[in-house]
């Protein structure tokens, strides 16, 4: 991996709003770092690491953490099967409020109409709002405020009767 390809894939990590990227080849490791809004620059590792090291012992950890967190969020996922997950159109940080001193946008309980903002996910210093796109009550809210999100990631439960 030269110079051009690791700048590359910092900007492009940058654009994407994601909080933390690591990647692993044969001989290279990079851990790409980004602070919270108010909390300085981003941080950038790259450390060369032997390639014996990398072929045995990188994969493993990873996968073995990827099964366990999946398996217990499907038996979760059968209860909540009758309502409507609304996600994450965009990677960014969460907002239940349009500014610090304004109320939240939703409550859980609170009935919503197609088209109500329910919150805000800031990305690349753009607030976007999340509209619904469903009628309904919110059953459940599956963010903490101020969290970064992922793409596609379900932020509210939304019982449509």
Known sequence: ??????QNLIKFVAKSG???????????????????????????????IPVA????VAPAPAEQEAAPAKTPAAPEADDDSKYIT??????????RKPSPDK?????????????????VIEAMKLFNDIESEVSGKIV???????????FDQPLFLVDPS
């Not at 692993?24 to 941080?43: A, F, L, W």
């Not at 459940?140 to 992922?150: A, G, N, Q, Y």
């Open 1 to 6: 991996m030269d110079l051009k390809e690791i």
């Open 18 to 48: 994601a909080s933390e990227v690591k990647l692993e080849t044969d001989n290279v490791k990079i851990t790409i770092r980004t602070g919270p809004i108010g909390g300085g620059s981003e941080t950038t590792y790259v450390q060369q």
């Open 53 to 56: 090291a990398a072929q045995g």
């Open 86 to 95: 609304i996600k994450s159109p965009i990677i960014g940080t969460f907002y």
């Open 103 to 119: 109320p939240t946008f939703v409550e859980v309980g609170k009935q919503i109409e197609k088209g109500d903002v329910l919150c």
């Open 140 to 150: 459940k809210i599956l963010v903490d405020d101020s969290s970064p999100v992922e």
